[in-house]
T-cell receptor, first 119, second 111 residues
């Protein structure tokens, strides 16, 4: 199974709502990522989990809260979002290097994304 | 600023023609990857080229890497309408821990 799945595919939420995005992979990868992508822009890294521990947080606002309950699952909890947070949220996974870090030798496998609209 | 910059930003060609996209980066890297993204979808890994390699082929794809110029190119030969997508280069600086994507090239192949 070389697939990364994401749910939901689309999400519309108000600024006072609390919602969660989910990501799952069964490739045995121990590194998982959240990216945010605005229209016609490249993906921007938000968070990296390595062996279920948060290893990179790219100064993301606290209204985004990641969680990695186990090696196959990655969640992104959303609360009090702003309209400018509307974007495509992509999850990816990879096999970390021997040292546990993430180098560009790590091919990332992406999910199809969740299209988020904040009203 | 972004590690990778790509040109052209957009490219429109006829089916059967070749498409060439370029990527430049700023710091030393271990290797460079190319990804494809269909509209509004996830990215698909195409090819990885290591810093000690100069050229690599995969099917209709040919990637070159010039570390002295800090640049790479992706050539798609005999393009098809299904190749219509955005193409991104991705690098991780030596000693760094995150992948940085270039701005991307939007390719449109007309049938």
């Amino acid at each position: 199974d070389t697939e990364v799945t994401q749910t939901p595919k689309h999400l519309v939420m108000g600024m006072t709502n609390k919602k969660s995005l989910k990501c799952e992979q069964h490739m045995g990868h121990r590194a998982m990522y959240w990216y945010k992508q605005k229209a016609k822009k490249p993906p921007e890294l938000m968070f990296v989990y390595s062996y279920e521990k948060l290893s990179i947080n790219e100064s993301v606002p606290s209204r985004f809260s990641p969680e990695c309950p186990n090696s196959s699952l990655l969640n992104l909890h959303l609360h009090a979002l702003q309209p400018e947070d509307s974007a495509l949220y992509l999850c990816a996974s990879s096999q970390p290097g021997l040292a546990g870090g993430h180098t560009s030798t790590d091919t990332q496998y992406f999910g199809p994304g969740t299209r988020l609209t904040v009203l | 600023s972004q590690q990778g910059e790509e040109d052209p930003q957009a490219l429109s060609i006829q089916e059967g023609e070749n498409a060439t996209m370029n990527c430049s980066y700023k710091t030393s890297i271990n290797n460079l990857q190319w990804y494809r993204q269909n509209s509004g979808r996830g990215l698909v890994h195409l090819i990885l080229i290591r810093s000690n390699e100069r050229e690599k082929h995969s099917g209709r794809l040919r990637v070159t890497l010039d570390t002295s110029k800090k640049s790479s190119s992706l050539l798609i030969t005999a393009s098809r309408a299904a190749d219509t997508a955005s193409y991104f280069c991705a690098t991780a600086p030596t000693g760094g821990f995150k992948t940085i994507f270039g701005a991307g090239t939007r390719l449109f192949v007309k049938a």
